[in-house]
Nanobody, 123 residues
Framework: QVQLAESGGGSVQAGGTLSLSCGAS????????MAWFRQAPGKEREGVAA???????YYGDSVQGRFTISRDNAKTIAYLQMNRLKPEDSASYYC?????????????????WGQGTQVTVSS
């Protein structure tokens, strides 16, 4: 089992920056991919960014070039740096981990989830 806990988030004006962190505990050696998802009210959950154990990254089209995912395997922490934020980036952001050796961009295959943290971007 893997436990995930997000931190960071908050409120910012459009064009600003925020950083999220996700700490993993439990059977962390089993984690292959880590990712960030988001879900806004009334919308489906969206894969934002993912990173493999070897630091290969994947991004959703809507955040490409603005968000950066990184990972510290030694500390089992994943980060999401969010730049040039837009009001449409407002959502609950969730950290996820995949222990089942699927491709990191296989957004539907993540099997462990954090509780989420809110990001609000005002115009």
């Amino acid at each position: 089992q893997v436990q995930l806990a997000e931190s960071g988030g908050g409120s910012v004006q459009a064009g600003g920056t925020l950083s999220l962190s996700c700490g993993a505990s439990g059977d962390t050696d089993s984690i292959d991919c880590m990712a960030w998802f988001r879900q806004a009210p009334g919308k489906e959950r969206e894969g934002v960014a993912a990173i493999s154990r070897g630091s290969i990254t994947y991004y959703g089209d809507s955040v490409q070039g603005r968000f950066t995912i990184s990972r510290d395997n030694a500390k089992t922490i994943a980060y999401l740096q969010m730049n040039r934020l837009k009001p449409e980036d407002s959502a609950s952001y969730y950290c996820a981990a995949n222990t089942r050796r699927f491709a990191c961009s296989a957004w539907s295959k993540y099997n462990f989830w954090g509780q989420g943290t809110q990001v609000t971007v005002s115009s």
